[in-house]
T-cell receptor, first 110, second 112 residues
Framework: GIQVEQSPPDLILQEGANSTLRCNFS?????LQWFHQNPWGQLINLFY???GTKQNGRLSATTVATERYSLLYISSSQTTDSGVYFC????????????FGKGTRLSVIA | ETGVTQTPRHLVMGMTNKKSLKCEQH?????MYWYKQSAKKPLELMFV???????ENNSVPSRFSPECPNSSHLFLHLHTLQPEDSALYLC???????????FGPGTRLTVT
């Protein structure tokens, strides 16, 4: 099956710093989602981005489907950005559901 | 209520108990999913329902039994669980399978 790798696995930032999270996937995908899991376990949708670039406030994402990777940019990080960021992909094969990476655990320190 | 809701949020059960987890989506979606998140493991899909019919079952033990009575509700019936079944159980929905998924807040299950 498709493999999804995220890097780095852990990241510690000073408040106000910028960061880039990466997601590599091993096969063609139909779609890709980025999530933020807060400390209570809730998965919050950040982006639904099969290709191209999207921006939402301090967050932006770029997916280059032909090269099988996606990037999540966080600018001017805040302590509330802490948590785990997951990339998940949907493959082209019928009803195959989201395949998740292991996540990047982000800690933003004041 | 908006989005995807799950009840209960926390559940502690003994290995001989029977309990059910409930998920409700208020988004008008036609596909619903159960995922399991164990400590230090990626999220694992358990079941997929599309238009109330199960379309995928990822080799889940029979002690987990899903039920989808209509497109808005999804249940996970639990019986004779093992301590290793302790995990966060997440429900999700999407317009159709293959479309963007939206998750509920999860039920944190502890099996004693």
């Amino acid at each position: 099956g498709i493999q999804v790798e995220q890097s780095p696995p852990d990241l510690i930032l000073q408040e106000g710093a910028n960061s880039t999270l990466r997601c590599n996937f091993s096969d063609s995908v139909n779609n890709l989602q980025w999530f933020h899991q807060n400390p209570w376990g809730q998965l919050i949708n950040l982006f639904y981005i099969p290709s191209g670039t999207k921006q939402n406030g301090r967050l932006s994402a770029t997916t280059v489907a032909t090269e099988r990777y996606s990037l999540l940019y966080i600018s001017s990080s805040q302590t509330t950005d802490s948590g785990v960021y997951f990339c998940a992909v949907l493959t082209f094969s019928g009803n195959t559901p989201l395949v998740f990476g292991k996540g990047t655990r982000l800690s933003v320190i004041a | 209520e908006t989005g995807v809701t799950q009840t209960p949020r926390h559940l502690v059960m003994g290995m001989t108990n029977k309990k059910s987890l409930k998920c409700e989506q208020h988004l008008g979606h036609n596909a619903m999913y159960w995922y399991k998140q164990s400590a230090k493991k990626p999220l694992e899909l358990m079941f997929v329902y599309s238009l109330e019919e199960r379309v995928e079952n990822n080799s889940v033990p029979s002690r987990f039994s899903p039920e989808c009575p209509n497109s808005s509700h999804l249940f996970l019936h639990l019986h004779t669980l093992q301590p290793e079944d302790s995990a966060l159980y997440l429900c999700a929905s999407s317009q159709r399978t293959g479309y963007e998924q939206y998750f509920g807040p999860g039920t944190r299950l502890t099996v004693t």
